[in-house]
């Protein structure tokens, strides 16, 4: 496994690869791995010839008053993480390297931010497309790998390779969990002792309202409601909970078709996300 710092060496490198014909999958990680990240990097690897994960904190998808000084950070358990579980390329940058100078231009993303993160992080998905266009010029995967529990950050994704055909396609893997049905998230460990107790909580919820449409709900705002209320004594706050068509985005009246209930809440040092997607 080689460990590359600079764009124009991973850029030597891929090229070497593809003059020998061999395909390129690509999975984008802030660090700290987990299983989660694991998983996309397992399903990279039983498809490309060679896997590159690139590994880069990105300032432009964090707001000013969130956590990218405090996003947790280990490069060389990331390494190994990497290496046992069959990454050919580390791609690791600098900011300077990625930005050499503010950006001359951002994408700015059209559709699908009026909700969800989008709405409580402005600007956010303008960076997380920004950078991973960067990532797609540089490494030039044939395929990239994004987890279904940044479900919104995968639509945007894919609605930017569709609106600008760029030639990648956008696989999407399912969310791991801990036993206890917490999603996995590098931003984890930020949380208390208690608020990890708790936490498992936000999933509970989801399915809660997964029970109360499979039992025939139909009103999106009963099962909005129905959520809100499980999680209402928990010792955080909560940022949103919606259901929403899915991957469009849009809101309903009736609960119906492929659909996506999404809850986001602030524990002290953490935000967490989680959702689940059901055919209704
Ligand atoms: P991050 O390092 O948090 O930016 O995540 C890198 C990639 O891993 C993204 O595509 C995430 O959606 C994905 N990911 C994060 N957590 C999980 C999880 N628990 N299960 C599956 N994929 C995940």
Do not use: W
């Not at 992080?121 to 540089?138: E, S, Y």
């Not at 936000?202 to 009103?219: C, F, M, S």
Request: proline residues 5%; negative net charge.
């Amino acid at each position: 496994m080689k460990v590359i710092r600079t764009i124009h060496e991973v850029r030597a490198e891929i090229a070497d690869a593809k003059m020998r014909g061999l395909s390129v999958g690509l999975v984008p990680t802030m660090g700290y791995l987990h299983e989660g990240h694991l998983s996309l990097i397992k399903e990279a690897r039983v498809r490309h010839d060679v896997v590159v994960m690139s590994l880069f904190v990105n300032p432009l998808q964090f707001g000013p008053n969130e956590d990218f000084e405090h996003y947790p950070r280990n490069g060389k358990r990331d390494e190994r993480l990497a290496r046992e579980a069959g990454v050919d390329i580390i791609f690791n940058p600098s900011v300077e390297e990625m930005y050499p100078t503010e950006p001359a231009m951002k994408i700015r993303v059209e559709k699908g931010v009026d909700v969800l993160c989008g709405k409580s992080r402005p600007g956010h998905f303008d960076g997380v497309a920004t950078v991973v266009m960067k990532l797609f010029q540089i490494v030039q995967p044939d395929e990239a790998f994004f987890g279904e529990k940044d479900a919104q950050q995968a639509v945007v994704l894919m609605n930017m390779v569709s609106t600008f055909n760029v030639p990648v396609k956008i696989v999407t893997c399912p969310t791991v969990r801990e036993e206890d049905g917490l999603a996995k998230s590098s931003r984890n460990v930020n949380l208390s002792k208690t608020e990890r107790h708790e936490a498992p909580m936000l999933y509970k919820a989801l399915l809660h309202g997964e029970k109360l449409i499979r039992q025939g709900e139909t009103d999106p705002l009963v099962v909005i409601d129905n959520i809100k209320q499980f999680v209402q004594d928990g010792s955080g706050t909560i940022d949103y909970v919606e259901i929403l068509q899915y991957p469009s985005l849009e809101r309903m009246e009736t609960v119906t078709g492929k659909v996506i209930l999404v809850i986001s809440y602030h524990y002290e040092r953490a935000r967490l996300i989680d959702n689940i997607i059901i055919t209704v």
